[in-house]
């Protein structure tokens, strides 16, 4: 247990959480362009807890969601388990497009990640638990977005008052990120004419997590009032197609009554004008048949007229679905693509917060006076070959999907005995 003298200097946990602070953000700035360049531009390879998604134009049985084992493989129809840890989205795509023409000829495979296992930490940290993974995240990182120590500060300097409002920043930053991220999963099912399925990860370590759930669920109410008034308006569409069908069935039918009528009245002219050419009847019977048969042969016409704007009227109704259904997919195209900026827009964004956290963490380390050193250690559990293995690392090394990172605060013997019995 260690003991605070009322004419000591700031307690021991107070002094060590303050320096450790500043060391860790700081530390940040150290990293070399030339590494965090490198970081970047390696593609990213794929990790236990992954879920892949595989869409293979021409055949959407073999599309779909996969989770990628323990194991480090992948359960796909017709291959069964393919090996995908430590390979790119790339060498996927191209083992699983080979392995799949073997079987079935001319199909086109794409794979890309849908998302990332999570990252956990442990140890002497403020909020211990599960965090989003993203490429190119290093152990120093994930140990600032854990809270740094877990000991509270004893007071608030200028430094930490930029940094809460930075850490905010990062907060208000993420939550535009998630909630960008959401609305293009809404977008997507809208393109794709799919149920719209976004489950919130609730046990993540956020402190937005009643925000992110409200997103999701605003998105999922504008998903199901668009898709009602997609329906409604198809229905509406279809009644008047039926309607058009059954007017064009029952002018069908009248034409073909019309037409038998006309051949019989056009036999009844006939045998007339025989029987007027040997005398046998008078001229105006005939005269009366000509009528009639002139009478029915305008009356066909006009059916005839009615019969094609029916048909018209259907075609048009048809033309209006077909529209209907390409006008939203186009919609949704055109606002992914103005998503999809912004996303970029949003991840600089907070790449920039977290630059400006670090910078923050140097000036509080540059304004910090201490006689004592104290060495914060990590060290990561892995899975390597199907079995977690622990290692040593240090704060600029990258962090993989489903690690667990484990922060400890080495304290000197010297220290702790300074701070229970700290010098007159």
Same mark, same amino acid.
């Given at each position: 247990m260690l003991i605070k003298q009322k004419n000591s200097r700031p307690g021991f946990a107070y002094r060590i959480n303050k320096l450790m602070t500043a060391c860790a953000f700081s530390s940040i700035l150290l990293l070399s362009p030339m590494a965090s360049a490198a970081w970047a531009d390696e593609p990213y390879k794929v990790a236990s807890g992954d879920v892949l998604l595989i869409t293979v134009y021409g055949d959407t049985g073999l599309s779909g969601t996969f989770p990628v084992s323990v194991e480090g493989t992948i359960g796909y129809p017709i291959l069964g388990n393919i090996p995908v840890a430590n390979q790119t989205i790339a060498e996927i795509s191209s083992t699983i497009s080979q392995k799949l023409l073997q079987h079935i000829p001319g199909l086109s495979v794409s794979v890309a990640m849908k998302e990332y296992a999570p990252v956990f930490v442990i140890g002497d940290v403020q909020k211990p638990g599960k965090y989003e993974f993203r490429p190119g995240m290093i152990a120093l990182e994930l140990f600032a977005l854990s809270g740094g120590l877990k000991e509270a500060l004893d007071k608030m300097d200028t430094a930490g008052t930029q940094l809460v409002t930075a850490r905010q920043d990062y907060s208000d930053t993420s939550l535009q990120l998630f909630a960008q991220d959401v609305r293009r999963a809404r977008l997507q099912a809208e393109l794709d004419e799919k149920p719209f399925e976004y489950v919130l990860d609730k046990e993540?370590?956020?402190? !937005?997590?009643?925000?992110?759930?409200?997103?999701? !669920?605003?998105?999922?109410?504008?998903?199901?009032?668009?898709?009602?008034?997609?329906?409604?308006?198809?229905?509406?569409?279809? !009644?008047?197609?039926?309607?058009?069908?059954?007017?064009?069935?029952?002018l069908e039918k009248s034409t073909k009554l019309r037409n038998e009528e006309i051949s019989l009245l056009e036999q009844n002219v006939g045998s007339s004008e025989?029987?007027?050419?040997?005398?046998?009847?008078?001229?105006?019977?005939?005269?009366?048949?000509?009528?009639?048969?002139?009478?029915?042969?305008?009356?066909?016409?006009?059916?005839?007229?009615?019969?094609?704007?029916?048909?018209?009227?259907?075609?048009?109704?048809?033309?209006?679905?077909?529209?209907?259904?390409?006008?939203?997919?186009?919609?949704?195209?055109?606002?992914?693509?103005?998503?999809?900026? !912004?996303?970029?827009?949003?991840?600089?964004?907070?790449?920039?917060?977290?630059?400006?956290?670090?910078?923050?963490?140097?000036?509080?380390?540059?304004?910090?006076t201490r006689d004592?050193?104290?060495?914060?250690?990590?060290?990561?559990?892995?899975?390597?070959?199907?079995?977690?293995?622990?290692?040593?690392?240090?704060?600029?090394?990258?962090?993989?999907?489903?690690?667990?990172?484990?922060?400890?605060?080495?304290?000197?013997k010297d220290v702790a005995a300074n701070s229970i019995n700290p010098p007159g």
């Open positions: 993540t370590i956020t402190d !937005d997590l009643p925000a992110r759930q409200q997103v999701v !669920d605003s998105e999922r109410r504008v998903f199901d009032l668009r898709l009602a008034a997609l329906h409604s308006e198809e229905k509406a569409l279809q !009644d008047q197609k039926q309607n058009y069908r059954e007017e064009i069935d029952t025989k029987l007027v050419s040997q005398g046998l009847t008078a001229q105006s019977t005939l005269r009366d048949s000509q009528r009639q048969l002139s009478a029915m042969r305008r009356d066909a016409l006009e059916f005839g007229s009615f019969l094609a704007r029916a048909r018209q009227n259907e075609n048009a109704i048809g033309q209006r679905l077909l529209a209907l259904n390409e006008q939203r997919a186009n919609d949704a195209a055109n606002q992914l693509r103005d998503i999809e900026l !912004d996303l970029i827009r949003l991840r600089k964004r907070l790449a920039f917060i977290v630059q400006t956290m670090a910078e923050i963490g140097a000036t509080a380390q540059r304004a910090t004592q050193s104290v060495r914060l250690t990590f060290s990561v559990a892995r899975i390597v070959n199907g079995e977690y293995q622990e290692s040593e690392l240090t704060e600029h090394d990258p962090i993989k999907a489903g690690d667990i990172l484990r922060a400890q605060l080495a304290v000197p």
